[in-house]
C-alpha cells in the first residue's frame, strides 16, 4: 500500500495532466483492488483510445491499449516530470504508442517520441510468450 505522502504526489501528477487537457473528462477514484489511486481518462471526443493512469505502492503507471509501463519511485522529481510528460505526450499526439502483434496476439508495444524523422522508443511493454503464428502485423495509437 502507498503512503499517504505518495498518493499526495500522485494527485499532484494527475492534476498536473489534468489541467493541461481541461476539455477532456478524467476521473480518479480509489476503488480499484491492488491500486491506490487511479485516473480513468476514457476514449472521448479529443482522444481516440482508452487511458488509464494508476499509482501502485511508490509506482505510478501508464495504460493505453497494449502499453503498460511503470515510473519509480515516485517520490523522484525526475521521474514524477518524465511521467507527466510522458503522458501528455500522449494525450496531445506528439507520442504515439507502437504495437506489435504475432497472429491476434499482442507481443510487444512501446511509447515512442518523434526524433530527428523516425520514433525512438522510450519505454517498451513486451510478453515472454511468443506464438507459432508468422503472421506479423502492427497498430499504431496515436491522438492526432
Known amino acids: ?7 499526495a504526489l500522485a494527485k499532484e501528477a494527475f492534476g498536473r495532466i489534468s489541467a493541461a487537457f481541461p476539455k ?8 480499484e483492488k491492488h491500486v491506490d489511486l487511479c485516473m480513468d481518462i476514457p476514449e472521448q471526443p479529443g482522444l ?16 493505453a491499449g497494449h502499453f503498460w509501463l511503470e515510473w519509480f519511485p515516485c517520490t523522484n522529481p525526475v521521474r514524477v516530470n518524465q511521467y507527466v510528460e510522458a503522458v501528455c505526450g500522449l494525450l496531445s499526439g506528439k507520442y ?4 506489435r502483434y504475432r497472429g491476434d496476439r499482442a507481443v510487444k508495444a512501446e511509447l515512442q517520441v518523434p526524433e530527428g524523422g523516425t520514433w525512438r522508443t522510450i519505454g517498451a511493454w513486451g510478453t515472454m510468450w511468443r506464438p507459432l503464428s508468422f503472421r506479423k502485423r502492427q497498430r499504431v495509437l496515436i491522438n492526432t
Open 48 to 63: 481516440k483510445f482508452k487511458v488509464t493512469l494508476n499509482l501502485q505502492g511508490d509506482e505510478l503507471h501508464l495504460q
Open 96 to 99: 504515439r504508442i507502437l504495437e
Open 1 to 7: 500500500m502507498s503512503s499517504e505522502r505518495n498518493i
Open 24 to 31: 477532456l473528462s478524467m476521473r480518479i477514484h480509489d476503488d
